[in-house]
């Protein structure tokens, strides 16, 4: 059994083991234990995806033109906000833009926060959380940077002196591959720190000192949401921008 298994993944590994395993056969991988193959983080992301997907089909029929509610209102506030931010930001057509943005600032934001919650744990304090999300957003600014400008893309690899190409192609490509391994270790360095501290002040003390940690932890959630959020908007301007 695996150490300090959450209940919600023991139940996964009680009833889902069967399912978990005949995955990772689909890609010859063997869990290490094949009787408890789910982890903490992978139920906890899955748990976070499936009750965010709940939350807003139920506030989708919520949705009013005439009378909106104060959720309606809150997530107006949010739109404008991240809209307003990607035109600080300097992307060209941007709109286009925030549905991701806000897909992945909210989805972040809720894996972080859930560990507020002592029963739970945030899964974005397991490294292999904010890789994937670094790699999503990877894929998404090179995929927009081909789209839009098409085979001259890669002439941001060139430099702005064509003659230094053989000595500016290799650090573009070392400074793009670094930026996923950036947003990773920022992710995860600063929810796997925040996420620690709060525990042992949690089983060290009762009220204040904990309130205290309990919402230095909330502010970490949002900030690193936010700033990894904000570093995904400069990749994508980057990418997108004729003038670069």
């Known amino acids: 059994m695996q150490e300090h298994e959450l209940w919600l993944t023991a139940q996964f590994n009680n009833y889902l ?7 990772l056969g689909l890609f010859h991988i063997a869990a290490e234990n094949q009787a408890r193959p789910w982890q903490n983080w992978l139920v906890m992301e899955l748990f976070v995806f499936a009750l965010l997907l709940v939350l807003f089909a139920l506030l989708r029929t919520k949705l009013s033109v005439d009378k909106p509610g104060k959720i ?8 404008a906000f991240l809209s307003n931010t990607v035109e600080e930001a300097g992307i060209e057509h941007g709109q286009k833009f925030v549905p991701y ?3 992945i600032f909210i989805f972040i934001l809720a894996m972080n926060l859930i ?3 002592p029963i739970f744990e945030s899964p974005t304090m397991t490294v292999a959380v904010p890789l994937g999300l670094a790699i999503c957003t990877f894929v998404y600014y090179h995929f927009w940077g081909f789209r839009i400008q098409g085979m001259k893309y890669l002439m941001q690899f060139v430099g702005p002196i064509w003659w230094l190409f053989p000595l500016m192609i290799p650090i573009e490509i070392i400074s793009h591959l670094a930026r996923p391994f950036s947003l990773t ?4 360095a600063n ?3 925040g996420e620690q501290v709060t525990s042992v002040f949690l089983a060290l003390t009762y ?3 904990p309130v205290i940690f309990m919402a230095l932890h909330i502010f970490v959630a949002f900030l690193q ?4 959020t904000l570093l995904s908007m400069v990749y994508v301007r980057g990418a997108t921008a004729h003038d670069h």
């Open 115 to 117: 560990g507020a919650i």
């Open 207 to 209: 009220l204040v000192v």
């Open 185 to 188: 270790l920022r992710l995860y």
């Open 225 to 228: 949401a936010y700033i990894f």
């Open 72 to 79: 309606q209102h809150l997530a107006e506030v949010f739109y």
């Open 191 to 193: 929810m796997f720190a």
């Open 101 to 103: 943005f806000g897909t």
């Open 17 to 23: 083991a069967g399912l978990a395993n005949a995955i």
